[in-house]
């Protein structure tokens, strides 16, 4: 069961946040603090991560004993990623969509590779199912309501999909979707669901919901894997 912290861009462009968010998901029992290369990179933007940044970031999660994992997004921050021996990459529902020679690119350097397939369409999945290619279901909504929901397999162990990336509110569907089977939950990541900087950490769990969610999860899929 692998549990993943995207905090992405809710580091709000602060360090100090970032270093405190990498902190709080290795307390609530996250296995993986994920940030996000490429996407919104221009100058003067928060999400901008250059090489020292990523060097500082990969520090502190070395620090903390957690896994650190990036969104690649485009070609510039894939090869920014190879200056770093990352275990896996995350490849987002935009990408897949957007550029999907980018996907077959990341996928061809060998790395376990997690994808969101939140934005596309098509029957097949991109890229053939091996056992580097984790695919997580999602729904590309800003939040998903409950009803954006209702297509969540039912038995994800008799389906294409490894887990599910989370854009609820709360942490119910996370939970649901570990009882159906998923083994990879990824879920966002905040100190205060209040901030408006971006819209993601209305969607994200706290420290404290993320930790609720990792004993539970964690428990429900004990109980999964006894056949109960």
């Not at 957690?66 to 969104?71: N, P």
């Not at 984790?134 to 009803?147: D, G, R, V």
């Not at 294409?160 to 998923?182: F, K, M, N, T, W």
Request: a negative charge; hydrophobic letters at 40%; one cysteine or more.
């Amino acid at each position: 069961m692998l549990f993943i912290a995207e905090i992405g861009m809710n580091h709000n462009g602060n360090f100090d946040l970032a270093y405190e968010l990498i902190k709080q998901a290795k307390f609530a029992g996250a296995d993986i603090a994920k940030f996000q290369l490429g996407w919104r990179d221009g100058e003067g933007e928060i999400n901008r991560i250059d090489l020292d940044m990523l060097k500082t970031l990969n520090k502190w999660c070395d620090y903390f004993e957690i896994e650190i994992m990036v969104s690649v997004i485009t070609e510039e921050a894939l090869e920014l990623a190879r200056k770093f021996d990352f275990n896996r990459y995350k490849v987002a529902s935009r990408t897949v969509r957007d550029n999907i020679n980018l996907v077959k690119e990341i996928v061809s350097e060998g790395k376990e590779t997690i994808i969101s397939l939140g934005m596309w369409d098509e029957e097949k999945p991109p890229i053939k199912v091996t056992d580097k290619i984790k695919y997580l279901w999602c729904k590309s909504k800003y939040p998903a309501e409950p009803w954006d929901l209702i297509d969540l397999p039912k038995d994800f162990t008799n389906s294409i999909y490894d887990g599910y990336s989370d854009h609820s509110i709360g942490i119910e569907v996370p939970l649901i979707a570990i009882s159906r089977g998923a083994q990879i939950i990824e879920k966002h990541f905040t100190l205060d669901k209040s901030d408006t900087t971006i819209r993601d950490h209305i969607l994200s769990a706290t420290p404290d919901e993320f930790s609720v969610m990792v004993k539970i999860g964690r428990d429900i899929f004990r109980k999964v894997c006894l056949g109960i």
